[in-house]
Each structure stands twice: as C-alpha cells, then as structure tokens.
C-alpha cells in the first residue's frame, strides 16, 4: 500500500532560521510527488511537482528536493508569511494516475 | 489561466436533510475534476473523480455521489446527511492524471 509520512508534524521557527521539512514515501513506482501549501481554512495551493530522484525545484524562499525514498522542502531565511500547514502527495505508477496519497502535513509557524 | 471556483464557503445542516456543492472550472477544457474530504490532522482522502461528462469514479464507499451535468461543473450531493459527513470538502481539477492538481477554496460542512 502507497503511504506517506511527513515530519516534525509541527515546526516553529524564528524569522530568518533556515530549516527542512521532511516527506518519506513507500509507493510501488513513483510518477511525481507533490507539494502544496496550505493556509487555515483554504483549500491547498500548489508549489512544486519532482518527478525523479535529484530533482530539485526553487520558488522564492524555498526549495524542494528529490531522493528515492523522500523528499525535502528546504526553506531559507522564513518570514511570518510563510507560515502554513505543508503538505507532499505521491501518485504511484500502477494507479492509473488518478489518486494521490497525501501525508498529514507539517504545521509551520514563523515568528517574527 | 484557470479558476476553479467552490460554494459555499462554509454550510451548516441538519441531519437528514440533502446537500449539494458545486465546483466551476474555468479556462480550460475535458479537465479531470476531484472531490476531496480533508480532516483534522489527516491527509486529503479522494471522494470521487471524473473525466468527462457524466463520468464519475467512486473511490469509497459513502453516503454522498457526485455529478458532472457539464465538462466544467462538478457537483457533490447528499440525500440525507449524516453527522459524519462533516468536514472540509475540496474540489480539484487536472489537465491530465499525470500533472499537478489544483484546488478550490473549500466548503466547510458542519452537519448538527
């Protein structure tokens, strides 16, 4: 079965101190994993697709990474506004494309 | 470039009585459209999807069924709500089942 875990379930960060989020994946055949952010009472916005291990993406303050078994969201520098609730999704190879297997989330607060 | 829109925001229904959310894609066409159902401090769980017209996959057996009466419309019904049917309801489209997904604000349903 296709399972996702994300850690810590919850970070709290001074502004301007650098950190990861972790997302660890067991799927069968990985086709892309997925990150989104999400803000209290809104549906989620999505920041990055990584289809391959070593494949990384940048989007202003942050950065995601790929390997074979988990990804990393790095964030530099935060700011108060990236607090959100972040959360990585895998779609497996064999599923015929049309589920993501979402994780829990991490929770991240920055603060000023 | 695409919106998705979602209403309402947020609902409060008795139990027994039917339910009808509605979700409207715009600047795109055929998209696969998604509803989701998130609660506290899980993942995202798949409800139904669907990639036409008239075509709707249930991923889990429930007391709610969805529509598609048009390519950019996607609507999630109940006939008689349960008090476990409350939660935050998400729709989503894709261009394909290989790319990223794109969410709606969210409907709020709060069954008393």
């Known amino acids: 079965e296709d399972q996702v875990t994300q850690s810590p379930e919850a970070l709290r960060l001074q502004e301007g101190e650098s950190s990861s989020l972790n997302c660890s994946y067991t799927?069968?055949?990985?086709?892309?994993l997925f990150w989104y952010r999400q803000d209290p009472g809104k549906g989620p916005e999505f920041l990055f697709t990584?289809?391959?291990a070593g494949e990384e993406k940048e989007k202003e303050r942050l950065k995601a990474t790929l390997t074979k078994k988990e990804s990393f969201l790095h964030i530099t520098a935060p700011k108060p506004e990236d607090s959100a609730t972040y959360l990585c999704?895998?779609?497996?190879?064999?599923?015929?494309?049309?589920?993501?297997?979402f994780g829990p989330g991490t929770r991240l607060s920055v603060l000023p | 470039s695409q919106t998705i829109h979602q209403w309402p925001a947020t609902l409060v229904q008795p139990v027994g009585s039917p339910l009808s959310l509605e979700c409207t894609v715009e600047?795109?066409?055929?998209?696969?459209l998604y509803w989701y159902r998130q609660a506290a401090g899980r993942g995202l769980q798949l409800l139904f999807y669907?990639?036409?017209?008239?075509?709707i996959s249930s991923e889990v057996p429930q007391n709610l069924s969805a529509s598609r009466p048009q390519d950019r419309q996607f609507i999630l019904s109940s006939k008689k709500l349960l008090l476990s049917d409350s939660g935050f309801y998400l729709c989503?489209?894709?261009?394909?089942?290989?790319?990223?997904?794109?969410f709606g604000q969210g409907t709020r349903l709060t069954v008393v």
């Open positions: 989503a489209w894709r261009r394909d089942r290989w790319t990223e997904a794109f």
């Open positions: 799927v069968s055949g990985l086709r892309g």
């Open positions: 990584l289809y391959s």
């Open positions: 999704a895998v779609q497996a190879k064999d599923n015929y494309g049309q589920n993501f297997v």
């Open positions: 600047g795109t066409s055929n998209p696969n």
């Open positions: 669907s990639v036409g017209i008239g075509q």
